[in-house]
């Protein structure tokens, strides 16, 4: 669901959402865009392999300033697809049924 939110990020924007040239710069362009996560948006985060608790901390930017020009239906689920926590983020079950989804897919 992940990459399928970046998809959709590039197909709005028409650039790459996070175009990182290393993959410490990718984790800080991801965390400088959506918050370096904690225990409390993330619980268990700080147990995985590479979580290093020296990351910067960055607060979440406001989604409407990279994303000026979509709906608020649409700014839901581009932010419940790129949820950093994957025990959070929107199934693809739940993205179908999204109400953004059903306006665009509706006949």
Not at 1 to 13: D, L, N, V
Not at 36 to 60: I, M, Q, R
Not at 62 to 74: M, R, S, Y
Request: aromatic share 12%; glycine share 4%.
């Amino acid at each position: 669901m992940w990459s399928i939110g970046c998809i959709f990020a590039e197909m709005i924007t028409r650039k790459p959402l996070l175009m990182g040239d290393s993959q410490i710069d990718q984790l800080y362009k991801t965390f400088s865009l959506f918050g370096t996560p904690d225990e409390s948006s993330w619980p268990g985060v700080s147990n995985l392999p590479h979580y290093k608790a020296t990351f910067p901390k960055f607060k979440p930017c406001d989604l409407t300033a990279i994303f000026p020009n979509l709906e608020v239906e649409g700014l839901d689920l581009i932010e419940k697809m790129l949820c950093l926590n994957p025990a959070t983020r929107i199934s693809v079950k739940k993205a179908l049924e999204h109400p953004y989804l059903f306006e665009v897919l509706e006949p």
